[in-house]
């Protein structure tokens, strides 16, 4: 299977997703954007419940990506993000691509 990515517009540098999380055969959505950036120290808030980096930046109330882990996580899967401040951000979904036991 080949990855899909997505990217904004006008085009941004790509960054090649992360190692797969784990052994087998992957699916993996990236995303990537050209916004503020997310700084290392704060990335770890990314998945947290009602957390928001830049409470002011926008509407929304800090659950969009703790349920987007969680869904990625049931499936037996992940969101990796790779940024940094003032670079914009890209966040990449990995699905299992081979049939889960169990």
């Not at 006008?10 to 990236?30: H, I």
């Not at 950036?37 to 990506?65: C, K, N, T, V």
Request: charged fraction near 20%; glycine fraction near 14%.
């Amino acid at each position: 299977m080949r990855a899909c990515t997505i990217r904004a517009l006008p085009p941004t540098p790509w960054k090649p997703p992360r190692r797969a999380p784990g052994p087998g055969r992957w699916v993996t959505l990236t995303v990537a954007d050209t916004g503020i950036g997310i700084a290392r120290d704060q990335q770890h808030l990314l998945f947290r419940e009602f957390s928001r980096i830049a409470p002011g930046a926008g509407p929304g109330i800090g659950l969009g990506l703790a349920i987007s882990q969680r869904v990625a996580s049931a499936l037996g899967g992940c969101i990796m993000v790779r940024s940094e401040a003032g670079q914009g951000a890209t966040f990449t979904l990995w699905l299992p691509a081979d049939e889960q036991e169990g």
